[in-house]
């Protein structure tokens, strides 16, 4: 082998050993990148447990006020009509009628039992949203996660209201935190 083959050869290895080196680099950076990632996001989620048992002590009063402020109910039927008629006798000390009602199908879990009716309400638009405003609040577990509002037809000074309530009970089986 002359000695410019030996050069060549030398520096093409050379060359090859840089190159190779700058990729194993590069994977290296990548994976130190991913890493450093992951790393933050479990900092984050320790700091996230750590700020929840921290604030355990006001979990646990939390839950024995939900234990000793959240209806029970008797069984499905009185959950359905005890929160049908307290909406209809609110609606109609409001001057609002009912025009129609359904009842919702209950969902019940380990943390609530859920009893739902879904009215389509007539009545002028102030008094609508006073009566609504009327049944919800914190301790009475209620709440409207659907309304839809569009005039009368009929009157122009009234309003159709389509408005679904649930109310929330304590599970049957109800456990304290």
Known sequence: MKDSEK????????????????????????????????EQALAAERQDSDDLLADLPNWKKRGEWLAQHQPVAKNDLDADNELFETLLAKAQASGVSVVSKQYQEQVKNEFFQQAGVTLTVKGE????FRWIYSVL????????????????????????CAVQFWRWYQPPASKTI
Request: charged share 20%; aromatic share 4%.
């Open 7 to 38: 050069k060549l050869l030398t520096l093409s290895v050379g060359l090859l050993a840089v190159i190779g080196g700058l990729m194993i680099t590069k994977t290296l950076q990548s994976w130190q990148r991913a890493i450093t990632i992951q």
């Open 125 to 128: 638009l102030s008094n609508v």
């Open 137 to 160: 609040s914190p301790q009475d577990f209620r709440v409207v996660p659907y309304l839809k509002l569009t005039p009368d037809k009929e009157d122009p000074t009234k309003v159709v």
